[in-house]
């Protein structure tokens, strides 16, 4: 099955700064990438994802980049803001699959 | 668009008491929805798959007698925890996926559950 690992776990910025959280996944023939804020009490909520046909998808402050060769997608948030602190979580998937894989977590702190 | 609305958000009682918690999607209807179960500080973790008009699909591990799916509508799925008891306290929370094939998931705010 599909093994998704996301690094780091904790990650402090200053306000203003850029922030980056990185995963690996294990199937290559995953082919579809959300990425999930959640904030405390909170369900998942997705903020944007990739399809394995595109290398990189921009809103806004937020960008993902997948490289296929080396199963790694990333998540970049740029002029990071105090309401962006949260829970993020990546996810593998393929196409019409119903299970969705999700990294471990990473908590992001924005200091003002 | 795809708002997906849990009910309750908390629920507070005794153990040997059943629990019923709602997952509806608001603007759209689903197939398919997703029950997940998530410990403090740690990822989703897949329970079941719930299917429209059929039995739902359950994870390795998890007791189909002791988490009861319903999907009887296409807007509409249930979670009875029967018989809860206070290991069974944590956070659920419901997905579902607009139509169908490459559509991704939309989550619901999630219940807390707590045994008493």
């Known amino acids: 099955g599909e093994n998704v690992e996301q690094h780091p776990s904790t990650l402090s910025v200053q306000e203003g700064d850029s922030a980056v959280i990185k995963c690996t996944y294990s199937?290559?023939?995953?082919?579809?990438f959300p990425w999930y804020k959640q904030e405390l009490g909170k369900g998942p909520q997705l903020i944007i994802d990739i399809r394995s046909n595109v290398g990189e998808k921009k809103d806004q402050r937020i960008a993902v980049t997948l490289n296929k060769t080396a199963k790694h997608f990333s998540l970049h948030i740029t002029e990071t803001q105090p309401e962006d602190s949260a829970v993020y979580f990546c996810?593998?998937?393929?196409?019409?699959?119903?299970?969705?894989?999700f990294g471990t977590g990473t908590r992001l702190t924005v200091i003002p | 668009g795809a708002v997906v609305s849990q009910h309750p958000s908390r629920v507070i009682c005794k153990s040997g008491t059943s629990v019923k918690i709602e997952c509806r999607s608001l603007d759209f209807q689903a197939t398919t929805m997703f029950w997940y179960r998530q410990f403090p500080k740690k990822s989703l973790m897949l329970m079941a798959t719930s299917n429209e008009g059929s039995k739902a699909t359950y994870e390795q591990g998890v007791e189909k007698d002791k988490f009861l799916i319903n999907h009887a509508s296409l807007t509409l799925s249930t979670l009875t925890v029967t018989s809860a008891h206070p290991e069974d306290s944590s956070f659920y929370i419901c997905?579902?996926?607009?139509?169908?094939?490459?559509?991704?998931?939309?989550f619901g705010d999630g219940t807390r559950l707590s045994i008493l």
């Open positions: 199937d290559s023939a995953s082919n579809y």
């Open positions: 997905s579902a996926r607009p139509g169908q094939g490459n559509q991704p998931q939309h």
């Open positions: 996810a593998a998937t393929q196409t019409g699959a119903n299970n969705l894989f």
